[in-house]
Structure formats: C-alpha cells, structure tokens
C-alpha cells in the first residue's frame, strides 16, 4: 500500500524536474552561489572567443548573475575589441543580456562612452545606455582598451 | 641544495634572500629569464619610470582607461543626449532627447541624431532631426533635418532651413549646404530670400520674397540671382545668373556679382561684372559697362570696362569711368576721350554694347 502512495509523488517529481530544467529553475528554490573573481566566456560558432566577462565578485541564482565590477570585453571581427566597465550588472546566461542602474563606460580604439544605466546584448554587440550619455569620438585611434585585467586587479568603483 | 648569497634585484622585500639563484624568480613568480636580464639594473629602472611618471605596470587598472581618453587625441567630437543605443553590429548610434555635437569648430544640438559609423568605429556621419540648431561663432543655422559628413565638414540643412549671422537672415531655401570647416554655405533650390544689414543705414531690414530667384535684401535694396554662395572666412557672396540689384534710387543689372560684408556682416562693397546695366528711377537716365563697383559707404557706382552713357537723349562714350552717385543721382565721367552725340528721338542709337533698354543682348 505504501508504495502505491508514493506513485503519485514520484511522477509529480518526474514532471517537476525537467520543468524546473526548462524554466531555469524557476519553480523550485534556487541555490544562490558566491563567486569571488568570476570569469565568464562566450565563443563564437567558428570556436573563437567572442566575449569574456569579469568581475571581482558574482552571485549567480539560476541563469542570472549580479556581477560586481565588471569588465566585459567583446572581440568583434573587423572593429577590434570593445570594453564594458561598470560597477555592477545582472547578467542573463542564457540570453547574453546585461542589464544595470549604475554608471557604464565603453571603450573602443576611436571612441568612449559613459553613461547612466544601461542594457547590453552580447550576442547582437547591442548597448542601450538609458541617461546622461556622453560620446566621444577621436580623430587618431587612441589607446583605450589596455591589458586584460584579472577580477581581483578591479577597481572598487570605475 | 646549495644555498648562495645572491639577491634578486627584482625583489624588493627581500623575503627570499637566501633562495638558489635558479630558483629565485620562479618562487615568486617572476618571469625568470626577464628579471634577470635586468639584473642590476633596478635602481636606473625605477628612477627612469619615475621620471616618466608612468605606473609600472601600466594599463592594469581599468581606472587608468577612464582617466586616460581625457589627455589623448586632438579636437575630439563629444556628443551628449538623454539616452542611446549602440547598435555595433549596424555601426549606428541612435541619441535620443537634448543632443549635442561639440568640436572645436561648432555644435549642433537636435532633438534625435543617428550616428553612422566606419568599420573601426570611427565617426562618420550624423543625420539629425527634429528641432536642429547649428551654432559657430556668431552663426546660427537652424533646420528641420541635418546631415552631417564629418570627413568633408560639409552640413546639409533640410526642411525650412534658416542661416542667421547678427542681424543677417537666409530662409526659404530649400536646402543650404554648409561647410563647418571654411564657413562657406551655399543655397539649392526653393526661393530664398536674404536679408543683410547695411553697414551705412542702421535700420531694421525689409524682407524681400524673392520669387523666381534668390534675393538679397541690403535694408532698402535686394539683389536677385539665379543662384548664390556664401563664404563666411572672406565674408563674401557671390551672384550668378541674371543679376539684378532693386534700390530706391537705381536698378542694376549684370551677369555676375559679389556682394563684400564687412567685420559686421553688413555690405560695404558690391563688384559687378558682364554687360552691366544702371538704370535711375529718377530720370530714367542710363549707363553701361563691362564692370561696376558699388561702394556702399561713399554710395558711389564706378562703371568701368567701355563704359557708356545716356541722359535724357544725350549719348557718351569714349570715357574711362562713369561713376554714378546713388545720393545726388548725378554721373560723371573720368579719363579717356568723350564723345557725345544728340540724340534724335525718332532714331534708335545702337552703341555696339550692351542693350540700355534692358535685358542682355
């Protein structure tokens, strides 16, 4: 007789487990995890490596990571390299999306941006920057993107 | 293993002082081969970084990136804005709310400016729309619609384009293109009208719609052309095609003209030049010449180039100059040999040169 008590829950538990799977582990309670000096990579369809993310410090529950001083550096095929700095973001797994209030700054061989909250797509190389922004072009290529920084080398506050 | 006496250079607390020589650097983490090859050499190092002023390990901290775009590149262009979207994969940058594109050379504030960018994103192009307002020095220019080609400096105004420069107005072009770089600006098509301050007569100017043509309002007098330029550095207009000055006092008519501004942007001086015609409104007396120059301070017109006169059925020619003072409504001759014949009204006189009874030959 136990056992037939059992059947119901254990086929509740069969459907909840691919369902949890599927939706991110929305449904039952997620384990939150610290990370200290996160590194994140994504790779390109040829093998080669699209964008790499760090930050001194991730908390990461299920697909999204709040990501404390992030440095993001997308390698683009013919732009060169493109630098997020910001001192913190959730970042989606699954889409590649950014998203944060804080203070962004972007920075390429020919151009700078800073502003206030932002949205970014890895995958499109898309940056939505939603107030006081700041552009500025430079006439002569400049120097801006320097050497890949190791998480614990980040700043407290870009 | 043996233990000698040597210290590493590249250690600076001395921690390890007693480490093989071999193993020195790889204890703490040093590249091995390049320490050593600058053995010795530490001190002289450290004082030539210092005096150079750059960090040692350069380029490690992402702070250094943010301070660094500040002390770099020559004139660069900033744009501000409410909010953006950088789209890399379209080399586009579309600001929304409160633009504006500083340079050295102007800026130009829009309600939405699309950015176009190079391959290495460099800037390229902006089209901006909505509420556009180009400021350099005391030039003001505002539009619709906006493009700007950032390698030529070339701005091409769109929708009701306006230039004002002090008291000097262009409208009604349909288009005016513009060059940051040399100031110089010219119209293209719709029916522009201009108004320009006079430098001798300090009163509101008149606006004059220029129909077919484009017109130039110098207080009480306009000047229509086929077309027109302007070129802020030498403050100079130029007319071409089927000239025609309008005044109280006289009309001029002529193949080509330059209008001279001065420091104040108001007309000192205007030079025209093919089959030359100034007809009086006062006696409908006539006078003709391959060039005149009009100096609006003295308010003098000096027709030169065979020039030729007729007054009230008195024919001159032969002269050097005729000049033509728009105060008095007197002429007057200059130099070379006059000759004068009578008139018969029953005759038409023909002086071989341009036709006096208006229009060209």
Redesign the interface.
């Known amino acids: 007789m136990t056992s037939w008590r059992m059947i119901p829950a254990g086929l509740l538990l069969l459907i909840a487990l691919p369902l949890s799977h599927i939706f991110g582990n929305n449904i039952l309670p997620q384990q939150t995890f610290r990370l200290k000096h996160f590194k994140l990579e994504g790779y390109k369809t040829s093998g080669e490596l699209d964008w790499v993310l760090l930050g001194s410090e991730a908390t990461a529950a299920g697909h999204r990571v709040v990501i404390t001083r992030l440095?993001a550096r997308?390698y683009?095929d013919?732009?060169?390299e493109?630098?997020i700095?910001s001192p913190s973001c959730e970042f989606d797994k699954i889409d590649n999306t950014g998203r944060g209030n804080d203070t962004i700054?972007?920075?390429?061989?020919?151009?700078?941006?800073d502003?206030v909250g932002f949205d970014f797509d890895l995958g499109?190389?898309?940056?939505?920057?939603?107030?006081?922004?700041?552009?500025?072009?430079?006439?002569?290529?400049?120097?801006?993107?320097?050497?890949e920084?190791t998480p614990a080398?980040?700043?407290e506050s870009? | 293993m043996k233990l000698s006496a040597y210290r590493c250079p590249a250690h600076r607390d001395y921690s390890f002082p007693r480490v093989p020589k071999s193993d020195c650097c790889s204890v703490a983490g040093h590249g091995r081969f390049r320490r050593h090859r600058f053995a010795g050499y530490g001190p002289f190092i450290l004082i030539a970084l210092l005096m150079a002023g750059s960090p040692p390990a350069g380029g490690q901290d992402p702070l250094d990136l943010l301070r660094r775009d500040n002390a770099t590149s020559v004139a660069p262009t900033d744009i501000t804005s409410d909010s953006m979207e950088f789209l890399a994969d379209k080399y586009q940058i579309n600001f929304v709310g409160n633009v504006q594109i500083v340079d050295d050379r102007f800026e130009l504030k829009a309600d939405k400016v699309t950015t176009m960018l190079d391959e290495k994103f460099r800037h390229k192009r902006n089209e901006a729309v909505g509420n556009v307002e180009i400021i350099r020095d005391d030039n003001r220019a505002t539009a619709g619609r906006a493009v700007f080609e950032v390698e030529t400096g070339e701005i091409t105004l769109l929708d009701n384009p306006i230039i004002t420069q002090g008291a000097n107005k262009l409208a009604g072009a349909e288009k005016i293109r513009y060059n940051k770089e040399t100031g110089f600006f010219r119209t293209v098509g719709g029916r522009p009208n201009l108004q320009i301050k006079s430098s001798k007569v300090d009163t509101a100017p008149k606006t004059v719609k220029a129909t077919p043509l484009h017109g130039i309002t110098i207080t009480r007098s306009v000047i229509f052309s086929g077309a027109m330029d302007f070129h802020l550095d030498t403050r100079r207009f130029n007319f071409n095609g089927n000239v025609h000055v309008v005044d109280n006092r006289f009309k001029l008519s002529a193949d080509s003209m330059a209008a001279f501004l001065n420091e104040e942007f108001g007309v000192s001086r205007i030079e025209a030049e093919g089959q030359v015609v100034i007809t009086t409104t006062k006696n409908d007396s006539k006078a003709a010449g391959g060039k005149a120059v009009y100096d609006v301070e003295t308010g003098l017109v000096t027709l030169s180039d065979n020039p030729v006169l007729r007054q009230v059925g008195i024919h001159s020619w032969g002269m050097e100059l005729v000049r033509y003072n728009k105060e008095t409504g007197d002429f007057s001759t200059e130099g070379g040999r006059t000759q004068m014949r009578i008139e018969n009204a029953a005759e038409d006189v023909d002086f071989g040169l341009p036709d006096l009874n208006g229009g060209s030959k």
């Open positions: 440095q997308l683009l013919s732009s060169g493109l630098l700095l700054h972007v920075r390429n061989n020919s151009m700078t941006i502003g499109s190389c898309r940056i939505k920057v939603r107030k006081n922004v700041r552009v500025r072009f430079f006439k002569d290529p400049v120097d801006l993107l320097g050497k920084t080398a980040l700043p870009p």
